[in-house]
């Protein structure tokens, strides 16, 4: 089993609020994708604020959503090289969402070999063979449950590969 672990983090700055994350990767029993070049979703640095806020980190590092104006720079989507046997279909799930410090995670976006954005969280097959490698971005949707100055927060997802 192939596993890279990163960790959700929450860092406030003065009035600043700076969210970079990742997740766990892994590849399930049976033949084994291999999963590479994983760089972690990162909101970049976003005003610290009130609770109940939402921002959406998109599969291409745009931030919207009803926040959206609260972002100052640095958003980065998330990705990962998933490469194996030509010819197998592959199933990717997100799971274990997780809330830390006044940050919930409530969705995750992934969008494999540029055929659309869909939740990773409800699961999803992609038909197209992994093959020699194809690039998958992840994107974010985190809610905010508490007032946030000089908190830190480290919520935490999988995300899960599997040849159908």
Known sequence: MAL???KYFLRCMSALLVLAAAGAFAAKPGPQPSLSNAVNPSFGILLGG???RD????TDG???????ADYLSGAVAGSLT????NGAAIDILATN???NGGVNIVNVTCNFNNTG???CDLGFSAVASPGRGNDMSIGLEINTTQVHGDA????TFDIVVNYI
Do not use: E, M
């Open 97 to 99: 969402l997780s809330s």
């Open 55 to 58: 921002f959406i980190l998109n």
């Open 4 to 6: 890279i672990k990163r």
């Open 82 to 85: 998933i490469s194996g046997t």
């Open 152 to 155: 830190t927060a480290a919520p």
């Open 117 to 119: 954005d869909q939740d």
């Open 50 to 52: 009130a609770s109940g």
């Open 62 to 68: 745009t931030i919207s959503g009803t926040n959206a």
